[in-house]
């Protein structure tokens, strides 16, 4: 079983910042990529950013210059680090993963239950 449980969600007015973190638990030999998605309402949900294990990273144009994806590959842990907020922000933050399980020769890709970040004044 792997878990992937996100925190740090919440409601914050226009221009102000919020931390999301994201926690990987269970039987894990390796996490390769980890990333962050969001899911507005009645909108398809859409990439937020994403980071290697060797720390590259990728960010939507949209949140480029505001957002700083990290990871802690030895807590195997993952960080979303929002600043200068947005009402357009507005939506259900998911993390994901892919995941190589222990005895296993594969990756699979692991999905959060989601966090609801509200921008509002």
């Known amino acids: 079983q792997v878990q992937l449980v996100e925190s740090g969600g919440g409601l914050v007015q226009p221009g102000g910042s919020l931390r999301l973190s994201c926690t990987v638990s269970g039987n894990i030999f390796s996490i390769q990529t980890m990333g962050w998605y969001r899911q507005a309402p009645g909108k398809q949900r859409e990439l937020v950013a994403t980071?290697?294990?060797?720390?590259?990273?990728n960010y939507a144009a949209s949140v480029k210059g505001r957002f700083t994806i990290s990871r802690d590959n030895a807590k195997n842990t993952g960080d979303l680090q929002m600043s200068s907020l947005k009402p357009e922000d507005t939506a259900v933050y998911y993390c994901?993963?892919?995941?190589?399980?222990?005895?296993?020769?594969?990756?699979?890709?692991?999905w959060g239950q989601g966090t609801q970040v509200t921008v509002s004044s």
């Open positions: 980071i290697t294990n060797g720390g590259n990273t």
């Open positions: 994901n993963a892919a995941i190589r399980r222990r005895f296993t020769a594969y990756t699979n890709e692991y």
